[in-house]
């Protein structure tokens, strides 16, 4: 990656703290565009909590994130940002259409009703996804990878710079994870800029440029994509059980990668197995 | 021949049309914005309000009276829609707050609304008696000036519920996704609040404070038992609702019984008819019939592993140490 390309994502020393506990720690990370970074961590590491505070969603307690060079508020050009949230279980109150929760992400900076041709918009939106034909149907007649190709077809309608994910595919059906390495592909050699929360890098690991790892709520990697171990190799691995017998100080046996102690130490210790969540 | 009589004497005594007027303007407005409400899992924030609105008229009454105003109860309503906003709009920062203490905090205001308006009256030199035709509605005796008041507080209400229909939509849907996006979450959020507070002092008159609630929801309730699409569900929700007041107060008009009941009886009958034809129209879409779990690999190898579920290499494993 080129130095020179404009940061959309700057944060220096974010500290979030939630509910009394510190989640993050002095977090800096930088996205420039052209990138595609992945954020790596366990669960509980406070992957999902950088990204939602880096959009806005979780108030700071310290520190600044700049996105596209404005500080975090209204001057934030915000139709340059699409974000993916990690898919709701409970479905809302009210029945809604594909094409309604879509057009929804055709709103914000600035815009209030919906611009004309926000049926194309949204159609052509629904169509990326492969989820044309399914525009008029209620999401909750969707599967759950469906349901997720929708909120990514919400973020992807407003056309943004920078798409931000988190775990877009986790527990979600496997043709749904393909369709969304395809589509991801194509963004990304259009020029998409994306950060990408994820359990493992699997099917998404050709496209990810440079990996960021988060433990206990501090970076303790920044740089090429740690290497999954031999063990688990394969494109389409599903990561769910880091099993890594703890040998207290010991080495660990596990990943044979150069990263594997900043990864996977302490893991096995007291991880929960992880569902689809 | 004695029933168009019937009918043309109902629709010619003014009284009666200032009532259907007003009934009108409540069965379109109460469902739109309780169609909000209803998605943001706050079907009861009616209530709450109108627990608060109730402080409110006994409040008018009481500065009314200071006042010497000639019919004392004439700022109840202006009182009822100052008391009725206040409360929304603290609801809805202390939900911002966190859900846990915004329950404790709605109970709070719920309790302290109408011990409060029961006091207040008592002070204005009214009885708790006095307070009954704001509690079940007085449809009969809706003034012209109550008229305008009405319709210029509808007119607020579906401006801004059908007008920012996309905004409300995406922060009532998903409010973290809003907030992402650009949109002023918290000033719609209070948008939605002061137009539910309007849409109770208004709905105030035909069906009292205690079920103005039913006559945001029940509707909504009947509209999501027949669609699958929000836009619809709004449209759907108030078609019952001006159907359920209409019809509601007309039989009033011959039957010497509460209007407000009635209307709010008449919905929920029409939700159970509703529920229970429900089977016959939807049999006939066909639903595709689908496994709720999700598709993904387990930690466990099995012999036989049934043929396209799992994308797991076998083999070299060590994964299941």
């Known amino acids: ?277 | 021949m004695t029933l168009f009589s019937e009918l043309a004497a109902m629709l010619t005594d003014p009284l009666m049309q200032r009532a259907l007027v007003a009934a009108l303007l409540v069965g379109v407005s109460a469902p739109v914005v309780g169609t909000y409400l209803v998605q943001r899992k706050l079907s009861l924030l009616g209530d709450g309000i109108g627990h608060v609105a109730l402080t409110g008229v006994a409040l008018g009454w009481l500065v009314g009276a200071a006042m010497g105003v000639v019919p004392n109860d004439a700022l109840a309503v202006p009182g009822a829609v100052v008391a009725a906003v206040l409360g929304a709009v603290a609801i809805e920062l202390v939900r911002e707050r966190g859900r846990t203490s915004g329950d404790l905090a709605l109970a709070l205001l719920f309790y302290g609304g109408i011990a409060g308006g029961v006091l207040l009256i008592g002070i204005a030199g009214g009885s708790a008696g006095s307070l009954m035709q704001y509690l079940f509605g007085s449809i009969s005796t809706v003034t012209s000036s109550d008229l305008v008041l009405t319709v210029v507080l509808s007119a607020v209400v579906l401006l801004v519920g059908i007008g920012l229909r996309a905004a409300l939509f995406s922060v009532s849907h998903d409010e973290e996704f809003a907030r992402a996006s650009g949109l002023p979450v918290r000033s719609l959020n209070i948008a939605v609040a002061v137009v539910a507070a309007l849409t109770v002092t208004v709905s105030m008159r035909v069906v009292g404070l205690l079920l103005v609630s039913a006559l945001m929801i029940v509707p909504v309730a009947v509209a999501q038992l027949m669609t699958r699409s929000f836009r619809r569900t709004m449209v759907v929700a108030s078609v019952v609702g001006v159907v359920v007041c209409v019809l509601g107060l007309s039989y009033t008009y011959w039957n010497n019984v509460s209007p407000g009941a009635t209307i709010v009886v008449l919905a929920i009958l029409t939700y159970l008819l509703v529920a229970a034809l429900r089977p016959l129209w939807l049999h006939r879409r066909p639903r595709v019939a689908r496994d709720p779990h999700p598709d993904i690999p387990d930690d466990v190898e099995l012999d036989l592993v049934p043929t396209g579920t799992s994308n797991r290499t076998t083999g070299g494993d060590t994964c299941s140490a």
Not at chain 1, 57 to 62: C, E
Not at chain 1, 84 to 101: D, K, L
Not at chain 1, 103 to 131: C, F, N
């Open chain 1, 1 to 277: 990656m080129t130095t020179t390309a404009p940061e959309l994502v700057a944060a220096h020393g974010l500290h979030v703290t939630l509910g009394g506990s510190e989640i993050l720690r002095g977090i800096d990370l930088s996205v420039r565009a052209g990138e595609v970074v992945a954020l790596l961590g366990a669960n509980g590491s406070g992957k999902s909590t950088l990204v939602r505070a880096l959009v806005g969603i979780v108030p700071l307690s310290q520190g600044s994130v700049e996105l596209f060079d404005a500080p975090l508020g209204p001057r934030v050009p915000w139709q340059r940002l699409g974000y993916v949230p990690q898919r709701v279980a409970a479905p809302s109150g009210m029945p809604s259409t594909a094409s309604e929760v879509v057009a929804s992400g055709l709103l914000g900076g600035g815009r209030l009703r919906l611009p004309r041709g926000w049926r194309e918009r949204t159609a052509d939106a629904l169509d990326l996804v492969g989820l044309a034909d399914r525009a008029d149907d209620s999401t909750a007649e969707l599967s759950g990878g469906q349901q997720q190709r929708v909120l990514i077809a919400r973020a992807l309608v407003r056309r943004p710079d920078l798409l931000v994910l988190d775990e877009p595919v986790a527990g979600v059906d496997k043709q749904s994870q393909e369709t969304f390495a395809e589509t991801m592909t194509r963004l990304v050699d259009d020029g998409l800029t994306v950060l990408v929360v994820l359990h493992e890098l699997g099917a998404l690991s050709p496209l990810i440029g440079r990996a960021v790892v988060l433990r206990h709520g501090r970076v303790v990697h920044d740089g090429a994509p740690p290497r999954a171990s031999s063990t688990h190799a394969g494109a389409t691995h599903q990561h769910l059980h880091p099993h890594e017998p703890d040998d207290g100080d010991g080495p660990v046996t596990g990943p044979s990668t150069g990263l594997s102690d900043t990864l996977y130490r302490g893991l096995a210790a007291g991880h929960t197995p992880r569902n689809a969540s």
